[in-house]
Structure formats: structure tokens, C-alpha cells
């Protein structure tokens, strides 16, 4: 179990639970992997990253002239297969296997000051589309915050 200030999840006990920050820096972010072959996820394998973004700095980091948080919210939902996605009350954009990767998800949860954001990627062909997002689904469904 990953227990931040502002929040917990449970990350299952054969995944790895690693800490990052995204947002140029600014939001610091729990992410919890599976590797199935290869050095990476991205080889073969998924990936969650859960973090607090406060709504100053999702109005405020900017690349190349674009809000990020525009950026990544629109990769998804411009994606192939794209659908609608609702888990404990977190909702966004999940795009099913295509050319660029076996499942992708971008879900926010409004939260006082900000949002809470789940990003996950897999990649690789160990498991179907479906199998990585009933994976994610089970960990979205863990999610508790404390705002």
C-alpha cells in the first residue's frame, strides 16, 4: 500500500511502488509497475502513476505553449479506441490496444485545490487490452483520499 499525505492506494504485492515528480517538477507522484520482460514496462508491462495536482500548477506548467495538463488529457483522448472511463469516482479517457501501445488511461478527481490524476500505460503483449485494464481497474478501485 502506497499512503501518501493526501492519499492511499494499494499496489499489488508483485508490482513495484517507486515515487516521481511530474508537472515540471512540481506534483510528486506514486507509481506502482509490472514488468513482465524487458527492463522496463514499456517493454512489456504496466504502469500507474497516481498524484495530487494542485490547480495552480495544472494552470501554470506549460510546454512549448501549451498547458500540460491539456497536453496529456488530449493524448488519450485523441487516441484509437478511445472511451469514456468511470472508477471511484475518477473519470477520463482509456484507449484500448492500438499501434502505440496495449491500453492507456488519463482520470482525474476533483478535489479541494486541485485534482487527484491517475496516468497508466501498457505496453507489450503478456497480457490483452482487457486483462491490463481490469489490472488498473483494481487498483483505480483501492484509491482513498483525505481531501
Not at 65 to 88: A, M, P, T
Request: charged share 20%; proline share 3%; with cysteine.
Amino acid at each position: 500500500m502506497d499512503t501518501d499525505s493526501n492519499f492511499s492506494y494499494t499496489c499489488p504485492t508483485d508490482w513495484s511502488l517507486l515515487t516521481n515528480l511530474n508537472y515540471d517538477g512540481q506534483v510528486k507522484t506514486s507509481e506502482c509497475t509490472k514488468i513482465y520482460s524487458g527492463q522496463i514496462s514499456f517493454d512489456d508491462g504496466a504502469s500507474i502513476v497516481i498524484g495530487f495536482v494542485p490547480q495552480t500548477v495544472a494552470d501554470t506548467v506549460q510546454v512549448a505553449g501549451e498547458n500540460f495538463s491539456d497536453i496529456i488529457l488530449n493524448d488519450v483522448k485523441g487516441q484509437e479506441n478511445v472511451q469514456v472511463y468511470s472508477n471511484n469516482n475518477f473519470v477520463g479517457w482509456y484507449s484500448l490496444k492500438n499501434p502505440q501501445h496495449t491500453f492507456q488511461l488519463i482520470a482525474r478527481l476533483p478535489a479541494t485545490g486541485g485534482y487527484y490524476e491517475i496516468q497508466a500505460l501498457a505496453m507489450g503483449d503478456t497480457k490483452t487490452d482487457q486483462e491490463y485494464k481490469q489490472m488498473i481497474d483494481a487498483i483505480v478501485a483501492t484509491f482513498q483520499s483525505e481531501k
